[in-house]
């Protein structure tokens, strides 16, 4: 394999264990910790990662870079290193609208980088067969190589950048966006006084619904603050294609409103606590 070492920007709690897949392929793994917190700090020195301090270094060193961040920041971040006129290939693993990679793809190009178009379905990478990457761009098989011998499933579909980003927006408009709508299901039950009766029903009808929204306010909430940005880029993929986009904008609406939650896991947010935030009043239910 001739790509030897890769970039990491910016290691968060997804991104490092897609760094850690690279490594167990045998590729050295960096990263910049400048202006980096120290949460980040910590998990990129757990995970094994070289940290060569800045963007400077982790283009002049690197073949691949690996964008895995928030879908909000992915357009500067690949301005960035453009800026610098990295020489590589440069993958981004964002959850973007397909013209928003394909903006990525043409501004990334311009600093004389090779583009693919990346799309992670799944959790961060503890074992096999819970995360897909995958991959679009004529250069996407030598990306998909760098895993082989890890647990993240890379998959080549195409050299069409962009087709990544899209099969990953097509897949988060359902996940995601349900994931909010049975909160704010949820919620107007109790507000009408009828949400005991609703999942008495659901119990009878729609067994998997309470446990949906369950799971939910646990899993979701605490990553509200990334799934606005999200659905922001769904709603422009709708939008583009002659389809309603207000689906999706409702539920960046939604999941705005949930950012108070941000990375709490230990307790992990109940619908009750959802519920009460919604009202204004979070400190019930914690």
Known sequence: MNLKTVALLHPGNMGVTIGAAAATSGARVIWASR????????????????????????????????????????????????????????????????????????????????????????????????????????????????????????????EDPGAASALKIVYAAWTKCTDALVLAIRALATREGVDKALLDEWTLSQPDLERKSIRAAAMAAPKAWRYVGEMREIAAAFESSGLPAGFHNAAADFYEQLVPFKDRTDPAPTVAAVIDTLRGSPEKHR
Do not use: W
Not at 48 to 53: K, P, S, T, Y
Not at 79 to 106: C, L, M
């Open 35 to 158: 202006q980096r917190s120290k949460a980040t700090q910590e998990r990129a020195e757990q995970a094994g990662l070289a940290d060569v301090e800045n963007l400077t270094n982790v283009v002049r060193t690197s073949d691949v870079i690996l964008s895995v961040c928030p879908p909000h920041a992915a357009l500067e971040l690949a301005r960035s290193v453009a800026e610098h006129n990295f020489k590589g290939i440069y993958v981004d693993a964002n959850a973007v609208a397909r013209a928003t990679a394909e903006q990525i793809g043409e501004t990334i190009s311009q600093g004389g980088a090779s583009f693919v178009d990346g799309g992670i379905i799944g959790s961060p990478v503890k074992r096999a067969g819970t995360t897909r990457l995958y991959l679009s761009g004529v250069r996407a098989p030598e990306v998909a190589e760098l895993f082989s011998a890890s647990m993240l499933d890379a998959r080549a579909i195409g």
